[in-house]
């Protein structure tokens, strides 16, 4: 009687085990198919200057959704969704050109991309802004320029900002050393959640009062 029960017991598990598997392969099915017919629908909306569809069609080949994975068409459709005012999108387009992620670098279009986030009142194209003025990987350095965009972001409640000014005031680099200053955009930072900004507020705090 031990022997039938036990090889019922196996037989129930093993078909209820290829149950769920029927079941996941069921479900990949039904998954790709949504996928598919969400590709088409963005395509199509998206021809027609839909920028939202435009969003999310590039995400879709991104992540290789409907459709085989495509960076730099990802990237070209983010970009026209930035251009058509999907604001969001803006900042990862930039990076996406900007530093080559997935794709060749096209500094341009990376500028670009930063500067319709940063007019829009979004901090961090700002503050990204100010990094490519400062690294001059494309355009040419300018610490200046970059404390410009810098404190724009800072200004805009980007932690980055104001954490990147105290850094060019405290290297007497680019522009004369003030570490008044220094203190008071590192404590911005900090206040504002860079740990970075933190770190720095003691060590240049410790530095006046060594003075």
């Known amino acids: 009687m031990k022997f039938f029960t036990v090889v019922f017991m196996i037989m129930f598990i093993f078909f209820g085990l290829v149950n769920v ?32 569809s435009c969003y999310s ?40 050109y900007d530093r080559a992620e997935f794709i060749e670098a096209d500094y341009e279009k990376g500028m670009l991309a930063y500067s319709k986030a940063c007019d829009s009142g979004y901090a961090l194209g700002c503050t990204y802004i100010g990094d490519i003025y400062k690294r001059g990987d494309h355009f040419p350095i300018d610490y200046i320029k970059a404390l410009e965009f810098y404190e724009k972001g800072c200004n805009g409640g980007d932690a980055q900002g104001c954490t ?27 206040e504002m959640g860079s740990d970075t900004g933190c770190d720095l507020y003691k060590v240049l705090l410790d530095q006046k009062n060594n003075e």
């Open 57 to 96: 069609l590039g995400g879709m080949y991104n992540n290789g959704q409907g459709v085989d994975k495509d960076y730099e068409k990802g990237a070209e459709l983010f970009s026209k969704a930035c251009d058509g005012g999907v604001l969001d999108v803006c900042i990862g387009t930039g990076v996406m």
């Open 164 to 190: 990147y000014i105290a850094l060019i005031y405290s290297n007497n680099k680019g522009v004369p050393m003030d570490i008044e200053k220094g203190l008071i955009f590192s404590k911005d930072g900090c």
């Open 21 to 52: 598997f029927v079941l996941h392969a069921d479900d990949e099915k039904l998954i790709k198919k949504q996928n598919k017919e969400l590709f088409r629908q963005y395509n199509k909306e998206c021809k027609a200057d839909n920028f939202e």
